[in-house]
């Protein structure tokens, strides 16, 4: 391995526990939910998860939630809070190499399809998929690549909501690497493609624009035109230049960053908490983890992590689109 895939592998091609320093959520924060342990193979790894729902739960319909980067699924509590007080029962799993799931590293950026397939494949071997008359599957940033890529490989499922997402590896990989001096950029490139391929060569190739060709499946894209993380125009705003697929609906703000889902009170307190926190690391005032576990502790997580309820109700709109 080479020095470039090794300082990606090392940076990004790792296990992701959260910090400690950071607030996770979990059912027990929120007495309304039920949770219901669950758990499923993917490849040597075995994933662990939770079905929950709220006593409202619409019986025969299944919401799968597929989490992003930096930790597992209990950074999106908040979500799934927000989906199961709307009637839904949603299934959410940490992927290979997250939180309570095995796994030495995340394997690769296209290893959240691979997760999603096994979890799907699962579903139905045991016939629990079958046991749910609507299928839906909802994924934020790298979910979201998920998301957008599962009715490429799984039917059944009736709608997708992709917020945040990057539509392929190789664009995100393009994204990350803007600060990279031009010559060498193509030649970087070049290889972490051929890293991610090797590492998962059934995956790295998906593209969100095939799935939206000649499915059934219906999709929802939800993405804030600021989004530095997963810049719109070259990812939702790219799908929306090259596709004319009459199911497909767009969820555009501005404002929002990479959380589109939140609250502008939320965006604005966490880039203000965050931009704070970066500069005291950069500074050399905040070095170790009881520094940074101080800075945090007068942090309000549910004011940081503030869903808009809007935004919700217009996801469940297109849920509930006959």
């Keep these: 391995m080479g020095l470039i895939e090794a300082t990606y592998q090392k940076n990004f091609i790792r296990r992701y526990d959260g910090e400690d320093y950071l607030h996770y959520f979990s059912a027990s924060d929120f007495p309304e939910l039920l949770d219901e342990p669950f758990s499923f193979l993917s490849g040597e790894y075995r994933l662990a998860g ?13 919401l799968i939630f597929c989490h992003g980067i930096g930790a597992g699924h209990r950074s999106y509590m908040q979500e799934i809070v927000a989906l199961c007080r709307r009637g839904y029962t949603v299934l959410a799993y940490d992927n290979t190499g997250c939180c309570d799931s095995e796994g030495p590293d995340i394997i ?57 997402g990057f539509i392929s590896t190789e664009r ?11 010559p060498l950029r193509k030649t970087v490139l070049k290889r972490l493609c051929a890293f991610e391929k090797k590492a998962a060569p059934d995956y790295f190739c998906a593209c969100t624009l095939d799935a939206l ?15 530095a993380m997963v810049p719109y125009d ?19 703000c501005e404002g929002r960053k990479h959380n589109p889902n939140y609250t502008q009170d939320a965006v604005d307190y ?25 800075f945090f502790a007068d942090a309000d997580w549910r004011r940081m992590t503030a869903q808009d309820e809007a935004f919700w109700d217009q996801v469940r709109a297109f849920l509930e689109e006959p």
């Excluded at 939770?50 to 299944?62: C, I, K, M, P």
């Excluded at 499915?215 to 600021?226: E, G, I, V």
């Design 270 to 294: 966490m880039n203000g908490k965050f931009a704070a926190f970066n500069q005291g690391v950069k500074n050399k005032t905040l070095k170790t983890p009881e520094d940074k576990r101080q």
């Design 172 to 182: 995100l990989l393009e994204d990350n690497l803007s600060g990279v001096a031009a």
């Design 234 to 252: 070259h990812h939702t705003g790219y799908l929306k230049a090259h596709t004319d697929n009459p199911d497909v609906r767009w969820l555009i």
């Design 50 to 62: 939770h079905f929950y729902a709220s006593e409202n739960a619409r019986a025969g319909e299944l």
């Design 108 to 164: 690769s950026m296209s290893h959240s399809l691979a997760d999603l397939d096994a979890c799907l494949r699962h579903l139905k071997k045991e016939g629990i998929f079958q046991r749910y008359y609507r299928v839906f599957v909802v994924g934020h940033s790298w979910g979201g690549f998920a998301a957008g890529n599962i009715a490429s490989i799984h039917d059944g499922i009736e709608k997708v909501v992709v917020i945040s």
């Design 213 to 227: 060709n000649g499915r059934k499946t219906r999709f929802l894209f939800a993405h804030s035109t600021d989004d």
